[in-house]
């Protein structure tokens, strides 16, 4: 269970309190407890499966972060995250369960209509409040209940490297040199190689020799 003062922090940090970031605060405790403490660098390495909310507060909890190069995003839409410790290899994936708390209709007929605009003022006040109250209640399931959690035998993802910078050939931006694409005899950026490649889009490249990869 999280304790309300970090519970404020976590959601001051994502901005507001719903029920993808409670989702995500506790599959951060499953990772806390089965795998170890807060990363200080690349110790623990968090394998995420989805961009939604609750991603930010795996990020706040454990360490794990895009810019450290210890969270990793595989883009398939699930909520399902892996809790990797680089010390020993242990490791563990946890996924929502399908039944695990059932949605209020009303807050998911609200939801619509505040996506879509045409929630009147009164509308919006009633959705914030169930908003929070399904956030409390996903909070207050037990995490074993809310996510399975099995333990998983793949290596932990490469640690990060820095990599030279190159600058493009057409844009004159630098880019990693892992991401620069070659196109007769020329370097490009990922967008100036995407820009030249699209049939139903010509770009006129300028010529002139390469740049010189820069550090």
């Not at 369960?97 to 619509?112: C, G, I, N, T, Y």
Request: proline share 6%; charged share 25%.
């Amino acid at each position: 269970m999280i304790d309300e003062a970090t519970l404020e922090r976590v959601v001051e940090f994502h901005g507001h309190m719903c029920p993808g970031l409670a989702m995500g605060v506790q599959a951060a405790l499953i990772g806390l407890r089965e795998i170890g403490p807060h990363a200080k660098d690349e110790e623990v390495v968090a394998v995420v499966e989805t961009d939604m909310c609750g991603v930010d507060a795996i990020q706040f909890l454990t360490g794990c972060t895009f810019g450290k190069g210890n969270l990793i995003h595989h883009d398939y839409g699930k909520t399902a995250f892996s809790f990797h410790r680089r010390s020993d290899g242990r490791a563990v994936r946890i996924v929502l369960r399908a039944d695990a708390w059932l949605r209020d209709p009303e807050h998911q007929a609200l939801f619509a209509k505040v996506r879509s605009g045409s929630a009147t003022e009164a509308e919006r006040a009633r959705f914030q409040e169930l908003h929070v109250a399904q956030s409390r209640k996903v909070l207050a399931i037990a995490p074993d209940d809310l996510y399975r959690i099995e333990e998983i035998h793949t290596p932990a993802p490469r640690k990060a490297r820095i990599h030279a910078s190159v600058v493009c050939a057409e844009c004159g931006e630098s880019a990693m040199e892992t991401r620069v694409r070659r196109l007769d005899g020329r370097e490009l950026c990922q967008p100036c190689f995407d820009a030249a490649m699209a049939p139903d889009q010509p770009i006129l490249l300028r010529r002139g020799p390469s740049p010189s990869p820069t550090s």
